[in-house]
């Protein structure tokens, strides 16, 4: 079982120190944070990344990758509201703030010991498959993209 | 006047159009060696006198080739990477899955030990650094045998870099003529194994067999320090002995154990790399250099007519021995790699930095494992020439065949013949005949004891050589062989054994 406790103790002190240092510059930046929006709003247009428009051809290759549907003009509307919401990120300074791994950089990672212990449940997996020839899952020929 | 070929040749790290007499008492040219050209080889020029062509058009035929290999090897454990199903090669589709293999929703993956350790192991005998925090990402993309939908393993922040493997390449005709290179190892890191997919043309359809799914595998990236087919060859050959010898994995390339795909450029020396293409799924020792050597002549061959080389995936077609573009080409995949968000970072210690009370099952000391190493390969042949005085060459041939050296050490415990004849039998008769018979070693009817046997009588001086080799003979099912054998024994007792009684024994002997 993974535990903060048992992580080593400089990790613990090294993480508290930099939110520490992160919620403070967000203080401070709230008070900036209508101004910032405001200037935003001006440089946004100028750069075509943050137009907010997203183009055709980045829905087609996000729609490809991710296997999503973006069926409607409604959906690309939502996406791009999303992407500035995203956006507002930038909003913090985070100049000499060293980028966190993941929340759960702190977590020891378990090491389990090398046992078979699971397996052999061939006929449960098989129950949810779609269609099934002597055991084996069938995929569509040619899957790949 | 003898036809003149023109054949593609490497040149130590050059590809030359070279104008071969092939009549010429100097033989068939250099299409098959290479001539080294640092400082510290063998200058064999004299022994390969190629005229260089001057082509017609622009001048410069001179081209370098350059190959880099990602090598995925299995890693030899119990378990998964990150479940607790069995590893194991054959067995009924989908026996050995589980829950989290199939990606059924609210599985987690549980790293597992023995994986981390392997490639710690993997990572020390390759001079790597080790790095004490590694980190796992996600690789999306979509293909029936990844239930998940995207592949766990180590883009940012892998378990070990910047190491070097050191492999060996003839520079001549004469076997004694090898010349030790080098090749940079840019990362190792832990990832998972997909399933199998099955095509079932006929039918319309994939049969997607998940057994492999999750299975450990360390992905060996070699930096592109290799010129030719037999460099990558021989490097991973020499990959391969490390592996086994450190029991990280059975590197068995026919069981799908290793696995080699080759990135493949050709450019003018002193210019800019060229375009390069990915020839995958190099699954045969065998085939390994003809398709990283054809793949190299085909862009020579394209971009000398003017045309381009397109950045494309290509597969080794064996049986017509080219390369043919894999996918459909549009554009370069976006894997959207993210972290890995149900693992923490992985932390290693050394002797130095382990936390003290820590639990010593959930910790991983890198000296521990580093003072714990098997014997390389490298090691072990240096030990065989200083023990026994062989070349070498004899060295690496007995570590290259399978088997052949627990069996040279077999008929040493067993035979009073000296190291240097035992040496001669083994590596040029024992060899070479099952060369001939196309056995591998353990196959061979021919046991440790019945060649030591043979020698200690040879070393005696009871039989002769001629009669020794004929015993060799008779293994081929020589007929003619075993009645002279019969008659030599005969002469050896002085004609007072009965011959049927002495065919007798020697094919009870021979058939043991």
């Not at chain 2, 510290?40 to 005229?51: E, F, K, M, N, T």
């Not at chain 2, 080759?262 to 003809?290: C, D, M, Q, Y």
């Not at chain 2, 521990?368 to 072990?380: A, D, F, V």
């Amino acid at each position: 079982m993974s535990s903060l406790l048992s992580a080593p103790s400089a990790l613990r002190e090294d993480a508290l120190r930099r939110l520490k240092r992160e919620m403070w510059a967000r203080a401070v930046k709230l008070g900036l944070r209508s101004w910032v929006g405001w200037r935003r709003g001006f440089t946004s247009k100028a750069d075509p990344q943050r137009s907010g428009r997203v183009t055709a051809e980045v829905i087609e290759h996000l729609e490809r990758l991710a296997l999503v549907d973006f069926g409607s003009l409604e959906a690309v509307a939502r996406l791009e509201k999303a992407i500035a919401f995203a956006d507002r990120l930038r909003a913090v300074d985070t100049d000499g703030v060293e980028p966190m791994e993941s929340v759960l950089e702190d977590r020891c990672l378990y090491l389990r010991s090398d046992n078979v212990v699971e397996g052999n449940c061939a006929e449960e997996l098989l129950q949810n498959a779609h269609r099934v020839v002597e055991e084996y899952f069938v995929a569509p020929p040619g899957v790949n993209d | 006047m003898a036809a003149l070929m023109l054949r593609w040749s490497c040149l130590g790290k050059r590809w030359v159009l070279a104008c071969i007499d092939g009549g010429s008492r100097h033989g068939r040219g250099a299409a098959i060696g290479l001539t080294s050209r640092r400082k510290r080889g063998q200058s064999s020029v004299a022994q390969q006198p190629l005229i260089a062509v001057q082509k017609s058009r622009k001048g410069e035929h001179e081209w370098a080739a350059v190959v880099g290999l990602e090598i995925h090897a299995q890693i030899s454990s119990n378990s998964k990477l990150f479940s607790g199903s069995q590893v194991h090669f054959a067995a009924p589709p989908n026996s050995l899955v589980s829950f989290f293999d199939a990606s059924l929703p609210g599985t987690l993956p549980v790293l597992n030990r023995r994986c981390v350790e392997a490639a710690v192991m993997t990572g020390l005998a390759l001079n790597c650094r080790i790095n004490k925090k590694s980190l796992f990402d996600r690789k999306h993309y979509f293909y029936a045998d990844l239930p998940a939908g995207y592949q766990i393993t180590q883009q940012r922040l892998p378990i070990a870099v910047n190491g070097s493997l050191a492999y060996s390449v003839s520079v001549g005709k004469k076997p004694s003529q090898v010349s030790t290179r080098t090749v940079r190892i840019k990362q190792i890191q832990l990832e998972q194994d997909s399933g199998k997919s099955l095509h079932d043309e006929p039918r319309s359809q994939t049969l997607i067999d998940l057994n492999r799914a999750g299975v450990g595998l360390l992905e060996v990236v070699l930096e592109p320090d290799m010129s030719c087919g037999e460099e990558a060859a021989s490097a991973v050959r020499e990959l391969q002995l490390i592996l086994q010898a450190l029991g990280t994995s059975q590197a068995n390339m026919a069981e799908g154990q290793l696995r080699v795909d080759a990135n493949i450029s050709v450019h003018h020396p002193g210019e800019p790399l060229g375009v390069r293409t990915e020839v995958k799924n190099l699954n045969s020792a065998r085939f390994l250099a003809k398709a990283i050597d054809f793949e190299i002549k085909r862009q020579i061959h394209e971009l000398e007519n003017g045309r381009k080389i397109l950045n494309e995936t290509r597969s080794f077609d064996d049986k017509l021995g080219c390369t043919m573009p894999m996918r459909d080409k549009e554009g370069k995949q976006d894997y959207r790699f993210m972290p890995e968000p149900n693992l923490p970072p992985l932390l290693l210690y050394d002797t130095a930095s382990l936390p003290p009370g820590a639990d010593p099952q959930q910790v991983i000391n890198i000296d521990w494992i580093r003072e714990r190493l098997p014997e390389l390969p490298g090691k072990t042949r240096e030990k065989l020439i200083q023990q026994y005085g062989m070349l070498p060459e004899h060295s690496f041939t007995l570590l290259n065949e399978v088997g052949l050296l627990e069996f040279f050490q077999n008929v040493i415990k067993e035979t009073r013949a000296e190291p240097k004849k035992v040496t001669s039998w083994v590596l040029n008769i024992f060899l070479g005949f099952l060369k001939q018979q196309n056995l591998a070693v353990n196959e061979s009817p021919v046991t440790p004891s019945a060649l030591a046997e043979l020698l200690n009588l040879l070393d005696r001086k009871a039989i002769s050589s001629s009669a020794a080799r004929q015993v060799m003979d008779m293994k081929r099912g020589n007929p003619r062989a075993i009645n002279k054998l019969i008659g030599l024994v005969r002469k050896a007792t002085l004609s007072r054994a009965d011959p049927t009684v002495i065919k007798e024994i020697l094919e009870r002997k021979l058939s043991s």
